[in-house]
């Protein structure tokens, strides 16, 4: 594989400022009808870059699942993936080696696909999910490199359709950071579970359109932060038609100098009447340092609808300790199942056994530093 | 099995537990009543060594040991219990697992070999018939977003399954409708052997024709001003706690 050289400082830096900057601003504030496919706005135009590089991609799913490469980004990108776009790699479980700045993914099909990213250089992916009416598409992704990287992952879901996204981060790289677009039919089910237990800075930046009637969001978080990591969550999520359904619930764990953040929007347009959803930040702090910020935000329009907010800072409590000693078990033990049973209700939520693994062992793994420090 | 002896216990700054002294034999079945803030609680806190509550005059013995030299576990697993009047939610933390792993931390003190999960289940299955829970209850999470009912009634499965020397009772019946209370009740009355032992705390002389006592406590003002048998409970409900509140302050 060849790497081609680039200024990687810029690039970073480059991935880092645009991230940023949609997570602060959030650049869709209005977004209009063309983004229920995508909004290329937000991506690196590949045209002003002259800078390439390489990457391996790898993907393992059902025989069901279609992944094909998109080169030639046009600027057109709305217009049905009107691309050149080639099968990529035939056979599950094929390494494919994916060109920085002109290339996408597109998944399709119905199943399970399991995407490794392993970037050697600082990277900008494009992945585009669309589900088909009725259909279910599972779609796990694993960032292994140890350099900066940015994973655009724009997903469609037709009416009756079900995408589950789970999404484990546990690289050293510096920074780490996606952004998801997703637009719901009716009756649609989009869940997406993430555990990020990266040492440098992760960014999930999660918009959600529910434009048809009875849609649900599910999205679950778990940060582990330890020295000076530092995690962002926002997420966006618009009822724009009656009967939706969302939970959101953003956990952290967080020691050393570690600071996290949750930022939650949840908007109900006039017509949502029905609207039924929650957000919940639970964050706990085990460090003198460690900082949690919590805004979770309602807008609401429409007169008839339940939503749910709250946030707790807490370190480990006294009373569930007390609980568990009168139960005949030690302090130390208490301590390790009560973090443990903080984290497992996020890791519950990932849906694939394989990375449920990879979560449990990122989770004893933190603990453990933390009952070692 | 439990002596106390002119107990002196607070919180912060505040004396709850002002004198007290209290002896349970093997087997006995001991209802404590009182008013609101007269420190039963408390003493039940004490009793399983709550950290916010310091002891500073007076002596428990339990089973021949010092029980305020014990940590809160080496109590449990003394065979100690406390049924909380308020159960604790746990979040993430499986209700079957966690009764499992009490239970196994009993069998490790005395040098058994732990149970596995198959086992376990097993086990527990016999136990909550006796609570008449179902067994999804076991799936859930400690606790979380249980009925205050059930929650009353995951206590006694626990205690069920921790077959402990000494059972402290505190407000088993508070928020129980009466079918629930009738259960919980009857499973207690299940659980009484020749050995094991009972403080009852409760508010209400109902509860105490479901569980019938030996002996009835009236605790004012962080100590106990009067003890007697059953009919002790029907005369407070029916004159209140006024006149041996007065009492107690006239001494």
Redesign the interface.
Known sequence: MTVMTMNSTSTLGKIAELARAQVETGALAQPSEEWRYTDSSIWVNPSESSESSEFPVQWTGTESITVRRASEISDDFGDQFGWNVTELAGNPGAVTTLAFANDALIVTGHGRVYLAVAATAPTHIPVVIRVAEGDRLEVSLVSTGAVAGHTCISVHLAANAECVINEVQTNSAPLVSSTYLVVQASKSHFQWAGVDGLTGVGIRTIRVRQIGDEAKTVLTALNLGAKKSENYIHTHVEHLAPGGESRQLVKSVLTGQSVSEFKGLVYVAPRAQKTDSSQSNQNMILSEQARALSRPQLSIFADDVKCAHGATMSQL????I??????????A?AKA??M??????AV?QLSMDSLTAIARETVRQFFESISES | MLQINNLIAQIEDQTIINGLSLTINPGEVHAIMGPNGSGKSTLSKVLTGHPHYTVNGGSIQYDGQDLLEMDPEERAIAGIFLAFQYPVEIPGVNNESFIRMAYNAKRKARGESEVDAFDFAQLISEKLKLVEMDEEFLSRSVNQGFSGGEKKRNEILQMAVLEPKLAILDEIDSGLDIDALRIVAEAVNKLRTPDRSFAVITHYQRLLTYIVPDVVHIMVEGRIVRSGGRELALEVEERGYDWLTVAASAE
């Open positions: 409590d006294a009373d569930q007390y609980y568990l000693q009168t139960r005949g078990v030690n302090p033990d199942v009560l443990t049973g903080f984290a497992d209700e519950d």
